[in-house]
Every structure is written in structure tokens, then in C-alpha cells.
């Protein structure tokens, strides 16, 4: 009689206890929250204090396959390596932390987030399958943390909802040059162009016609030199009285 309910207490004996939040995109007003590449997350701030002991990892999976992630699959394996993912596995674990990197409360004007994919070194690096390597496409992606005692899972948060990343644009979306200008500047642009015409039209007419002797040519001729002659009255010096 003892054996059936000893196997009904198994299952709960190896339980994972879901603790909240779930994962979600920072709040922080940080530029980058989202890129082509990479996100940022809120790290699990008292979300696992009551398991001290364990390492926290965090599991990325796309949208479609998150369902297919089995809690057992250890870190570190080919099962869930990063340099696998998404074509051989449906999820890969990374960012491992024990509880003391995530103290609970958060400290006064402490930054606390995560950013997911920033590791570049080790993307193509099989030794490092833990890899937080940049993130394959733009999703969209579904995320969640996982506390392991040893290699047992012992808690877990839900999913986070859908993230999807930012993409670039190719180059035949982006307009041609001259496409968005409004009426008004390329009416000014066209009167513009007919008064640059004429100012070189009018500039062209006075080098020709410069060139001509009309043009700047004037003869000056030296003014002759008029000669004053100066006089002597000899019959008034002759006089007595007009030397007085």
C-alpha cells in the first residue's frame, strides 16, 4: 500500500516551483534597449531568494520553439549550445549567475539589467557553448531564467512575452535621392538654375565684348604746357613816386 503513494510523491519531490516576474524588456532609459543584434532585460532581482544555492541561467528560444525546451538539458552541452542554435537546438542557455550577482532589494540608483547578445569572441568559439553570442535574426524570441542546484532545475520564471528585434533596412527601400523633395524646392532649385544661366550669359558678354578695343581703351594725351610771361612796367619804376 505504500508503494502507490510513494510514486505520486516523486513527481512533486522533483518539481520546479515557477517563481515571478517573468522576463521582461528593461524600463531604464538606455539607448539600445533593442538592436539588431541584441536586447536588454531586467535582471531577476528577489525572484529566486529562496534558493540560495542555486545558479541562475537564463534560456533563449525563438517564439515558435520555446514549448520544445526540456528543463534536464544541462548547460554547457551540445544539447544547448549557442553555436547551435536555432537549427540543431531549440534553446541555449547562458548568462549563469549564483544569487549573490543579483542582491535583493536592488540598491539605490543601481543600473541592474542584462544585455543579451553582446559577446562577440566566443559566437563562432564551440569550446564556449555558454556563449551570450549575438542573437541570429530578429526573432521574434521568447525568454526565460532557470535556477539549477547542482544540474537539478529547482525553480523557474514563465516565458516573456514575444521580443522582437530591430532590422536593418535594405538599400532598395531606402529612397532615392531627390525622391522626397516637396514641389516648392524644386521650384526654387529651377529658378535658381535660370539665374546662375544668365549671371555666366551676361559674364561671357562682357569678357567678348572686354575684348574689343571699345572696352577699357582711353587715350590720354599730355596737356601742353601754357608758359606765362611776366611783364616789367619800366615808365612806372621811372617814376620818383611810385618808388615811394
Same mark, same amino acid.
Given at each position: ?5 510513494l510514486? @505520486?510523491?516523486?513527481? $512533486? ?6 517563481? !515571478? %516576474?517573468?522576463?521582461?524588456l #528593461?524600463?531604464? &532609459?538606455?539607448?539600445g ?15 529566486f ?12 528560444? @525563438?517564439?515558435?520553439? $520555446? ?6 538539458? !544541462? %548547460?554547457?552541452?551540445?544539447? #544547448?549550445?549557442? &553555436? ?5 537546438v ?14 535583493c ?12 547578445g553582446?559577446?562577440t ?7 564556449? %557553448? ?7 535574426g ?30 536593418a ?19 526654387i ?14 559674364l ?6 572686354c ?18 610771361r ?12 611810385a618808388?615811394?
Amino acid at each position: 500500500t505504500m508503494l502507490p503513494l510513494l510514486l @505520486l510523491l516523486l513527481p $512533486a519531490a522533483h518539481g520546479i516551483a515557477e517563481v !515571478g %516576474p517573468r522576463p521582461a524588456l #528593461t524600463r531604464e &532609459q538606455l539607448e539600445g534597449v533593442t538592436t539588431a543584434s541584441t536586447f536588454v532585460l531586467d535582471q531577476p532581482r528577489c525572484t529566486f531568494k529562496d534558493f540560495g544555492d542555486a545558479v541562475i541561467w537564463l534560456v533563449v528560444a @525563438l517564439d515558435k520553439d $520555446a514549448s520544445k525546451f526540456n528543463n534536464s538539458a !544541462g %548547460p554547457g552541452t551540445p544539447e #544547448t549550445a549557442f &553555436q547551435r542554435f536555432p537549427g540543431a537546438v531549440s534553446a541555449y542557455m547562458t548568462l549563469n549567475a549564483t544569487l549573490g550577482s543579483y542582491p535583493c532589494p536592488k540598491p539605490a540608483g543601481d543600473i541592474t539589467v542584462l544585455r543579451v547578445g553582446s559577446e562577440t569572441s566566443c559566437a563562432g568559439d564551440e569550446s564556449r %557553448p555558454t556563449c551570450n553570442g549575438p542573437l541570429p535574426g530578429p526573432g521574434p524570441y521568447r525568454v526565460k531564467f532557470l535556477a539549477l542546484e547542482g544540474s537539478v532545475p529547482v525553480a523557474e520564471t514563465a516565458w516573456s512575452m514575444p521580443i522582437t528585434l530591430r532590422t536593418a533596412k535594405s538599400p532598395s527601400s531606402i529612397p532615392a535621392a531627390g525622391s522626397g523633395h516637396s514641389a516648392g524646392m524644386i521650384a526654387i532649385t529651377a529658378i535658381l538654375s535660370i539665374l546662375l544661366a544668365i549671371l555666366l550669359a551676361a559674364l561671357v558678354a562682357m569678357l567678348v565684348f572686354c575684348g574689343s578695343d571699345s572696352c577699357g581703351s582711353s587715350t590720354f594725351s599730355k596737356p601742353e604746357s601754357v608758359t606765362v610771361r611776366r611783364y616789367n612796367t619800366h615808365h612806372v619804376y621811372d617814376q620818383r613816386a611810385a618808388r615811394l
